[in-house]
């Protein structure tokens, strides 16, 4: 109701809004996210954070220290990494620890997409005010392509090689064709291989390109066969899809507030972390 709004501006209003509130949603840029989890936490309150958890090493480590204290407070932290919340991907990454497709050989994901919401810079907007309102294009502030979109995938893959991550990678980027000042300063494309301790590869493709071919997928190669987790489907020697349907966006809710209401609370720390980190 509008008599309860509040509404905080400036870098400082997230303290406001923690002040004010019982639960805490954190779905700002990502540079801020380590720094207001870890603010909750220390105030008592239940969190949820969206994904990228942070955008460079240190703001990873604090974000890895409040979901250590939100465990010795008893205290909710729930990420936005709503893979782990889609109960047909579960299924589907269970099948594949349970060897439906055999020995996993290489997996390849993909989100290949035109660019985030580009909004004209109004007059009287100042530099600082300008990026901010259009953070998904600036590095500073969402981290680039990598941790802001495909970390969805790298999480699915950490997943599906049980929650491990690669030893190794090296990979391309740069801008081709999102040039123009409107566009900030992130790249266009990245390519990235990966691997793990047993030889494992990860090819890892991500774009922000328009009249190009689009792409979100996470497909698992195995020496069995293949599974498709966002499809929920495995075929080879095994066939299988899911039938069911779900909303993880929801679902990622509905845990959290059970979760308060049961005092029983839930940590992603440890996942939410790492596949960030990858």
């Known amino acids: 109701r509008p008599e309860f709004a509040l509404c905080f501006a400036g870098f400082d209003g997230y303290k406001h809004v923690i002040e004010s509130s019982d639960v805490v949603v954190i779905a700002n840029a990502a540079k801020f996210h380590p720094l207001h989890a870890m603010t909750a936490i220390k105030a008592g309150k239940h969190v949820f954070v969206e994904k990228p958890h942070g955008i ?34 579960a299924e589907t990454v269970q099948r594949i620890h349970d060897g439906a497709i055999g020995d996993v050989v290489a997996i390849e994901e993909n989100f290949l997409r035109g660019p985030y919401g580009v909004i004209q810079r109004k007059d009287g907007l100042t530099e600082l005010q300008w990026q901010c309102s259009t953070q ?74 328009t009249r190009c071919y689009n792409s979100s997928s996470s497909i698992v190669h195995g020496s069995k066969g293949r599974a498709s987790i966002l499809g929920c489907r495995i075929w080879g020697e095994t066939n299988w899809r899911w039938q069911g349907r779900c909303n993880p966006y929801q679902r990622e809710h509905d845990v959290l507030f059970a979760a308060i209401r049961s005092g029983k609370p839930v940590n992603n720390g440890d996942y939410m972390v790492r596949s960030t980190m990858i």
């Open 56 to 89: 460079d090493p240190a703001g990873l480590k604090l974000m890895q220290q409040a979901a250590d204290m939100a465990k010795q407070k008893r205290l909710c932290l729930v990420s936005g990494l709503h893979s782990r919340y889609h109960t047909g991907y």
């Open 136 to 209: 998904y294009h600036f590095r500073w502030l969402s981290g680039d392509d990598v941790v802001q979109s495909l970390v969805h995938n790298l999480d699915r893959a950490s997943w599906a090689m049980g929650n491990k991550a690669p030893v190794k990678c090296h990979g391309l980027g740069g801008r081709s064709s999102m040039t123009e000042p409107i566009y900030g300063d992130v790249f266009d494309h990245h390519s990235v291989v990966y691997e793990y301790e047993n030889g494992v590869p990860i090819y890892a493709f991500c774009r922000t390109t």
